[in-house]
């Protein structure tokens, strides 16, 4: 039989191998984390521009800085909560001085810019937005009337906008056919969007428009599939939230399986 004093100093090596292997799996994982929100498309795509600091520690995830607009808020913390290993996000990002005023005109304009871009069926690159007192300008143009339609209807639900005027001119036939090459090109080139992105864009989309941004939405993304849950207030609120999520970049699918109250 072993020394009892033999297994002792066994099982208290044992023990300080595993405290010294706890500290090391974690900082693995926190670092982790930050690179893998730094490759996410939403970083790379639309928060490139903004100056964006992380911490992470025990999976508790710190973020300071600035950023260009309160929507870069929300999709930064949304982004990263979604992550492996993230337990809870502390978003202390705050919007860098000389931002517009809410509601101002400035304000608006960045606001129905950033709702087209999560878009994938309007031009949002090609769309001048233009803002007087509630009233928006949109300029540029269109691929269809169907098209410059649903760039209206999209601007019009974005909260603070009384108003549009679309004075967006529509290709003709053959401007058209040339264009329409190019963008299936486009499309098939296009960059893949990592599932984390897909559902903090589809949750900063419903945010942004005022028909759902008071909807208590769950959202979860599979290999570009959207399910939604949640709650509506009627079958016409749940109906949008599906129509908004499946025009968001990425989005192959959109399950609805929200409840109407």
Not at 169 to 175: G, I, L, M
């Amino acid at each position: 039989m072993k020394n009892p004093m033999y297994r002792l100093a066994l099982v208290a090596t044992v023990a300080s191998t595993f405290l010294l292997n706890v500290p090391l799996f974690a900082s693995e994982t926190d670092d982790r984390i930050e690179s893998a929100a730094k490759e996410t498309y939403v970083f790379k795509t639309y928060l490139q521009d903004d100056n964006i600091k992380m911490q992470s520690k025990d999976g508790l995830v710190t973020l300071t800085g600035t950023v260009s607009e309160e929507s870069h808020k929300s999709l930064a913390g949304e982004t990263v909560a979604g992550l492996p290993g993230v337990k809870r996000v502390d978003n202390m990002l705050v919007e860098k001085d000389g931002s517009p005023a809410a509601k101002s005109d400035a304000w608006l304009i960045a606001k129905v810019k950033t709702t087209l871009l999560f878009h994938s069926n309007v031009n949002a690159i090609g769309t001048e937005v233009l803002a007087e007192n509630g009233t928006i300008t949109l300029r540029g143009e269109a691929t269809s009337v169907a098209q410059k339609d649903l760039t209206t209807e999209y601007a019009m639900d974005v909260e603070g906008v009384t108003k549009v005027n679309n004075e967006m001119t529509v290709e003709n036939a053959a401007t058209k056919t040339d264009n329409s090459a190019m963008t299936k090109k486009a499309d098939t080139m296009e960059e893949a969007i990592d599932d984390i992105s897909i559902t903090a864009l589809v949750k900063g989309t419903l945010l942004n428009h005022r028909s759902t941004s008071a909807l208590k939405t769950t959202v979860n993304t599979e290999n570009g599939v959207v399910t939604l849950g949640g709650n509506a207030t009627n079958a016409a609120a749940k109906d949008l939230a599906g129509k908004f999520a499946s025009d968001v970049r990425g989005v192959k699918k959109v399950v609805n399986n929200m409840s109407v109250e």
